[in-house]
């Protein structure tokens, strides 16, 4: 008897079993397979198009494109605010909440690709996929603390592990992180054997450079000189540094990194994507002035007359940014073709020529390549005028002035550059040249700058909402009462001369 009670309790034991075992199929989603199955090649795309979308060519940028004045807030909106200075915007922990989120998450995208690509992962022995996660790592790392200052990173990225991860100093982000970051890319990108100079492992999924090794590691080099360059407050004796880590992304053949995926219809890049769905930013007429006293054959490109009222932006004024579809606007917002920069030429060489400026070396050649990447960029965008100005004969024009203050023409000539959508490279070099100069060398002209209460002109961006409702060590960074998100107009970061 107790042998037919024991089958059958093993037969229901089975039946249980394999019900579960069903049970686990059925509920198993194919179509969403778990993290630990995709392979990193398939990642690293997703990283590098989130580093643009999410970071570097969104809201982060929209916003600061107002501060510095390259671009001008209207719409009777967002932008609006952030033109006027209303410190509700631009000292809000709403403001940059979804960008804060997206960053942190593709950065912990990042991490895995990383873990993938290491011993023990599913794709160990793929270096070239590593080291492309490593300087992407570096950049997002680079943007947000730039942005924001001091971050959580050493015990961030972690899920559900670690929900309140303290912050990073910058000075710790900036002479560690960074470097050992941008380091072991370079490390592993040379030591992946390739075959006719394309990374086999990812090539097809590489949408910035087709798996060109020599792009790659040039890209690292250029990265290497940009935050060099930030830290010259900190360290003056940076500058030779700067120009070997610039001098081997030329001689790598580094050309610029873009993303030119778009077709302007079915895929329209998030600049035009943002401008034709609210029309929030114009022209600003503090480039305007810029180009018009050097006959800046840009400026036609820049200041395009869309609404027929041939209307720019100034600066502050409050009627121009209430104002809906009738500031003028650069040409390529309408252009939803336009390639994004993750890094563009023209920046590499204006770092070349500011630091051999800052030496007494001599920066013309470089300065003059820096110009001419810029109108042939301009030349690219355009969809309306047909600009073809090669910039040949503006270099020239621009003689006498450069000649007075290299440096001085140098820095302006690489702020109008940047007005296509590097505006936060903009807003780093202002904030470090009033740090390491006393003062920018493009005057900003928004009398909203300051206000009663002082300085109004952002010199960080406010933590993201989530984790200022969640994190204490955010929280007690943010501030609370009337204080809350106001630490933006005093406290500077790190390489730009605040505390650490």
Not at 210 to 234: C, D, E, P, T
């Amino acid at each position: 008897m107790k042998i037919k009670y024991l089958f059958l309790a093993l037969v229901a034991l089975l039946a249980a079993s394999c019900s579960e075992d069903t049970m686990d199929n059925i509920n198993k989603d194919e179509s969403d397979p778990a993290v630990s199955t995709i392979h990193a090649n398939l990642m690293i795309t997703d990283a590098i198009f989130n580093t643009s979308f999410g970071t570097i060519d969104g809201d982060l940028a929209w916003y600061v494109s107002s501060y510095t004045e390259q671009e001008f807030g209207t719409g009777n909106n967002q932008l609006k605010n952030a033109e006027l200075r209303n410190t509700n915007e631009t000292a809000s922990s709403t403001t940059f909440n979804n960008e804060w989120n997206s960053t942190y998450s593709n950065m912990e995208n990042l991490k895995q690709i990383i873990a993938k690509c290491s011993d023990g992962g599913l794709d160990a022995g793929a270096l070239d996929i590593r080291g492309m996660a490593e300087a992407f790592m570096a950049l997002n790392v680079g943007v947000m603390t730039d942005l924001f200052g001091d971050i959580p990173y050493s015990e961030a990225l972690n899920g559900l592990d670690n929900t309140q991860p303290a912050l990073d100093k910058q000075s710790d982000l900036y002479t560690k992180t960074i470097p050992a970051l941008l380091d072991s890319a370079l490390n592993d990108l040379t030591a992946y054997s390739a075959t006719k100079g394309v990374f086999k492992n990812v090539s097809a999924n590489d949408p910035l450079f087709s798996g060109n090794k020599a792009q790659w590691i040039g890209f690292v080099h250029a990265l290497k000189a940009r935050y060099l360059l930030h830290m010259l407050g900190r360290n003056p004796g940076v500058l030779s540094q700067v120009i070997t880590e610039a001098q081997a992304a030329v001689d790598a053949g580094f050309d610029g990194a873009e993303l030119n995926v778009f077709d302007g219809s079915n895929k329209v890049n998030p600049w035009s994507a943002y401008w034709m769905s609210r029309m929030y930013t114009g022209s600003s007429t503090t480039v305007i002035d810029l180009m018009d006293a050097r006959a800046d054959s840009r400026v036609a490109v820049y200041n395009m007359d869309y609404w027929g009222a041939n209307t720019p932006g100034t600066p502050g004024n409050a009627s121009e940014a209430m104002a809906t579809e009738t500031i003028n606007c650069p040409s390529w917002l309408d252009q939803g073709a336009a390639p994004t920069h993750i890094f563009s030429k023209s920046e590499l060489y204006f770092i070349l020529a500011e630091a051999k400026a800052r030496l007494g070396q001599d920066a013309t050649g470089d300065f003059a390549t820096g110009v001419k990447a810029s109108f042939a960029d301009f030349a690219a965008t355009d969809a309306y005028m047909g600009f073809a100005d090669d910039g040949a004969d503006y270099v020239t024009s621009l003689d006498s002035i450069y000649k007075v203050n290299p440096l001085k023409e140098i820095m302006v000539q690489k702020y109008l550059a940047m007005t296509r959508d590097e505006q936060i490279e903009t807003y780093n070099d202002i904030r470090r040249c009033m740090y390491v100069d006393g003062a920018s060398f493009v005057t900003l002209t928004n009398p909203n700058n300051s206000g009663s209460t002082g300085n109004l002109w952002p010199y960080r961006l406010p933590y993201g909402n989530s984790d200022v409702i969640s994190n204490p060590n955010i929280a007690s960074a943010f501030g609370t009462g009337n204080d809350a998100g106001k630490y933006i107009f005093t406290k500077k970061v790190w390489w730009a001369g605040g505390d650490n």
